[in-house]
């Protein structure tokens, strides 16, 4: 349906182009000067919007409370926790001065030389660090804890190869950080916050994802476990939509943050990390979207109905005005959010177009006819179909379609997993499965050096060890030797 | 009230030892260990969230949306506009590397020598250049216009003398930057928004403000004209709460950002800026704070009332809890947020003294002879009046008290700074003036040397040449040259 600026490359040819082309057409997003680092565009912004106004709702309704650390943090600190500092200090944007000057030669300004920090400052990677380093000061006893604190910030690594949303030098997103007097209570809110985020990416994003553990080779820098949701984009690589790390006494012991307990002893405090992205927009536009742009989840729209009026004069125009402002109110007082575009500078296909490839999910279109009628044209863009319905009632037929095509995109993702997703039981197989794309069922034999093999010889990784499913032990599918359990694998983004 | 730990330093004694007691004994903020850097804590970003949420909802009613643009910024984008650089680059941090090494000599982590950047980048002290340089890309036609775009985001300054809120190196605000097809329209834009932040300050800060136009040296690095609101803090300083930009075509000149107007020629952009940041923390502390501790405006607590059960046994506890949840619904259900506070750990007194020191605008107490005669002690934050009322109606009272403590902490505000402002003609006697506080009202003759004098020699500055009241000319109080009208003279923060 759209048309010549606006046409996407279709999936078929090019799943890369077409989701680069979709971003930037349906103005999501867009590359920046700085490498790596992306705007969000408004429209892209609102449905981050829409994404952390629930989360916020979901963490608050569990007790969290929202804080703010800084944006830097002290180079000696990342080197405290000595497998975080492997994994986040090698990919960071470094501070080493404090202020610019003329240059000498007229040629704009400079670094000064004399404004050179004592200690370099790291742009936060993630919190742990410096929020550790501050809990310190806020512990003393089992009485102080827990502290359930999530922070909404932008966060940098310096990656080398960006895509917009899915891995860019700066991202935005939010990292929950708590403290608890027990490891079971500790342990405990990980997994809670995993059901959170699996909640939330099911209901909200409408994303069917697995719940699992990672493998140690996948586990976060400086946790004892991470657990994780992962999803399944429509080109059957898998992409990971949030993480959740026990991350025991690690970090406690790295800032010495003890309390005294109960008993009145001493013990380091146990902690967890949480967090969700920008990137969680990459994993919505994959899943849903279709050759004629965006699909959103009713949920998660910027306006859930948008409303285009075709007339041939102004008079027409008028009367579909007035008759159009009587269906907004019935729509808004059902609480649902809709758009009118009145706009007089663009015919009514632009319109259909535009809003098919922003992914509004209802489509109402009146013209002339439709007024004497008492009808109007309803199209949903998660099918692309149309019908005339008659505007008696018509919020409650909106209503429950919205509720449909929420449904009905869940079910479709669902669907399309379900049929990529099969049990692989020989390393053969395995090399040839692994091409078509999908999650492989297989079973694996626990150690890092069988999971590296397989990375190195397929580029597959083990996604997680799912928590829910079939737990039937077997063969290693490499080596032979025992397994547990099957285990996810996939390419992944 | 507060004793202990709790207690601040009387304002009488030292008022600026009282605020950093405040901020540090309610629990809204504290030094990090990034030197100018803070950490907000729950219960005071619990206050930013509400004061984000309502000028959030006041930027979308007014047209705008919110994007979000990159956090660093190419050092030679921060030369493009001559005045700009002068104003910023000489404060700002700079990334002039992108990893980390481990040290040859095994002593934790190095800067790599090998990953220095080619153009150092800046961390956004303000983000016209990295946002005017994408609008470039953005438009093309006036058809393109007007961009209403806005960005709640971090940015850092490099200051010398920080302050908790009022001055630190890190802080959060939001940028509104707007592009537009006339001066008169950007003009329009940066008046509508000054009076957006006076609506903002006066109605739900409960902060009186003059609305004025900054003198030339006192305008924005890159501005045409800045528009500000300036309240009266309690110690007779003054505090800019505000500041709306006209930059003109400044911005569209040093980033080349034309469009093709109506009339089929071609001009530059005009633009507007605009902020607020956590500086308002600051402002809300010092306006309505007393010896016993912060004293919140009903529309902006994070809860408006507080209940604390009185009991001698669990038995008593459970009783008053029963009837508690009773009243907690019928609050809710006016739309009051209500905490209660059941902790068996703390006694009443210490609860008291606590919520008076977080400012909890309403307290409520509840014990046995209450709960015999339906009756609840009621205690308003602002006058320290404790009254017992019947219950029978209860939330229509509390929902009254609010809107009265609302507008009482106003009125006080303002009578306050009525009292301190007044008309000041002769130099001699402003310099013993000044020494009082409060805002003086002189006549000034416009030059930037008679303002750079009278800053030397009293330390005072023009806050603002007011765009309403008194407009008398007369002869500036320095030079005896004339005067269109009084300004604002004050010492501030």
């Known amino acids: ?3 010549g600026l606006k046409e996407l490359t279709p999936r078929s040819e090019n799943y890369s182009q077409w989701y680069n ?59 405290r926790e000595a497998e975080h500092v492997e994994g986040f200090a090698k990919e960071c944007a470094v501070v080493t001065h404090y202020r610019l000057k003329n240059d000498p030669d007229g040629k704009g300004v400079i670094v000064d030389p004399d404004a050179e920090l004592e200690e370099e400052l790291i742009i936060r990677p993630t919190s742990e660090t410096i929020i550790w380093n501050t809990y310190k000061g806020w512990i003393n006893s089992y009485r102080d804890l827990p502290i359930l604190c999530n922070q909404w910030a932008n966060v940098l690594r310096w990656e080398m190869r960006t895509r917009l949303f ?7 997103w939010q990292e929950g950080h708590t403290a608890h007097a027990t490891s079971e209570e500790a342990m405990a809110e990980a997994v809670k916050m995993l059901n959170v985020y699996a909640n939330f990416a099911e209901n909200f994003m ?5 719940k699992g553990v990672k493998s140690a080779n996948e586990r976060f820098a400086g946790a004892i476990e991470t657990f994780c949701i992962e999803a399944l984009m429509q080109d059957g690589k898998a992409l990971q939509a949030g993480t959740s790390h026990f991350l025991g006494q690690n970090f406690a012991k790295a800032f010495d943050v003890k309390f005294i307990t109960k008993e009145n002893t001493q013990d380091y405090v146990w902690a967890t990390s949480w967090g969700v992205s920008t990137r969680l927009m990459g994993a919505l536009i994959m899943t849903h979207s279709d050759d004629n742009g965006l699909v959103l989840p009713p949920k998660l729209a910027p306006y859930q109905v948008v409303i285009v009026p075709i007339y041939k004069n102004a008079e027409q125009q008028a ?15 059902a609480g649902i959010s809709v758009k009118f575009d009145n706009n007089d500078t663009k015919k009514p296909g632009w319109k259909f177009a535009e809003y098919e490839l922003k992914g509004v999910p209802v489509r109402l279109a009146m013209g002339m006819r439709d007024m004497e009628n ?18 008696e009632g018509i919020e409650a037929h909106i209503k429950q379609l919205l509720d449909d095509i929420q449904a009905n995109i869940f079910k479709k993702a669902f669907d399309y997993r ?16 692994i091409e078509k794309g999908g999650f492989l069922m297989c079973h694996w034999d626990g150690t890092p050096e069988t999971e590296e093999k ?40």
């Open 319 to 333: 009367a579909i005005a007035e008759k159009v402002s009587g269906i907004m109110e019935k729509l808004r007082n």
């Open 418 to 433: 379900t049929s990529v997703t099969r049990n692989v039981d020989s390393y053969d197989e395995f090399k040839v499965e």
């Open 1 to 3: 349906m759209a048309t």
């Open 206 to 210: 409408a994303i069917p994802v697995i």
């Open 21 to 79: 082309d979709l971003v930037i057409k349906a103005d999501l997003a867009e590359n920046s000067a700085v490498r790596g680092c992306m705007v969000i565009k408004p429209y892209g912004y609102a449905i981050w919007e829409k994404i952390q106004a629930e989360l916020d709702r979901m963490f608050k309704e569990t007790g969290h409370q929202n804080a703010y650390f800084p944006l830097l943090i002290p180079k000696s600190f990342m080197c």
């Open 374 to 391: 008492n009808t109007i044209e309803v199209f949903r863009r998660d099918t692309l179909v149309k019908e005339t319905m008659p505007l």
């Open 454 to 493: 397989i990375k190195t010889e397929t580029k597959a990784t083990i996604r997680c060890i799912p928590l829910d499913g079939d737990k039937t032990p077997g063969k290693c599918m490499v080596t032979g030797k025992p397994s547990a359990q099957r285990v996810v694998f996939a390419r992944n983004y």
């Open 166 to 172: 899915l891995r860019t030098a700066e991202f935005l």
